[in-house]
């Protein structure tokens, strides 16, 4: 009984601030998020902001569009980093993006694309992009690949474009992969144009109703599709829509990059896992 409590709890206190929100004509729906997650951000917001108790703090945002703002942003996480996942990145090298590589020029060396669907700032899709120049380089091919790099936030994607990180940012970058695409200026490395060449920014939301992918994409048909660090922040009902979505975008036999909680939704699209623990996925 305490446990259903505080559940209700927790959901009046979404939507009394979600009509807050709304108030500054900010339409982000935060009554997607996973309530764990949610109550972990809104009590950090409230010592932040100096607000003993939740009362004060909605009264806060109600008044306050800066506040809510920030509440809005608290629950983008934008961490990332070079190769985040170790064993999900070796999987990728070795096994997914030759195969796939083979594969394409099988139907006429059409091109490999993937999307990066929630790319922070950059390091994600610049990791895939050293795979894949890698990869070409080993078989002794021209790069044919597009990347598809997106996110809700603005200001993330203005990151990811500029390519800017500091020496504590690159510890998964190995001392070729530096020299070889990163420009060292002072105590900052800058991502060459080269490796920026087949990649596209842009922002978009993965709730978007109107379009089941990026623009920029046209129609889709991804190889790869990266989704990690990301589904278990939203509630069950919405991971659905976002795995639904994405499926869509997939070809025939493409491959899904997500976190190994998803593994048995994933089964219920026809997924199976490429590699056990790799949180790599194909879809059959």
């Known amino acids: 009984m305490n446990q259903q409590r505080e559940h209700q709890a927790n959901r009046n206190e979404i939507h009394l601030l979600k009509s807050a929100i709304e108030m500054h004509s900010l339409k982000v729906d935060i009554s997607r998020y996973d309530e764990t997650f949610f109550r972990k951000m809104l009590l950090k917001r409230m010592e ?11 009264a806060l945002v109600g008044k306050d569009k800066n506040e809510a703002s920030r509440l809005i942003e608290s629950f983008q996480i934008g961490y990332s980093e070079f190769f985040r996942n170790p064993l999900t990145f070796s999987v990728l090298e070795k096994l997914v993006l030759p195969k796939v590589v083979h594969q394409q020029k099988d139907k006429g060396s059409r091109e490999v694309r993937i999307w990066s669907s929630a790319c922070s700032a950059g390091q994600e899709p610049y990791s895939l992009a050293i795979l894949m120049e890698e990869i070409m380089q080993i078989k002794q091919e021209k790069p044919n690949y597009r990347i598809f790099a997106t996110d809700q936030n603005p200001v993330q994607i203005n990151e990811a474009q500029n390519g800017k990180y500091t020496a504590a940012e690159m510890n998964n ?4 992969q530096a ?7 002072g105590q900052t490395y800058w991502v060459k ?8 920014f842009s922002v978009f939301d993965l709730f978007n109703e109107q379009y089941s992918s990026p623009p920029a994409s046209i129609y889709g048909d991804f190889n790869l599709v990266v989704c990690a660090n990301l589904l278990f922040y939203y509630k069950t009902e919405e991971r659905l829509k976002i795995l639904e979505k994405v499926s869509q975008c997939l070809n025939k036999d493409g491959f899904l990059v997500t976190g190994e909680s ?10 199976k896992e ?11």
């Not at 020299?179 to 200026?185: I, N």
């Open 262 to 271: 998803e593994r048995d939704i994933l089964m219920r699209f026809g997924y």
């Open 48 to 58: 932040q902001a100096v607000c003993p108790n939740f009362e004060e703090y909605l």
């Open 193 to 200: 144009k080269e490796l920026k060449t087949n990649i596209d």
């Open 173 to 176: 970058i190995t001392l070729k």
């Open 274 to 284: 490429v590699y056990a623990q790799s949180g790599v996925f194909i879809k059959k």
């Open 179 to 185: 020299s070889t695409w990163f420009d060292l200026k």
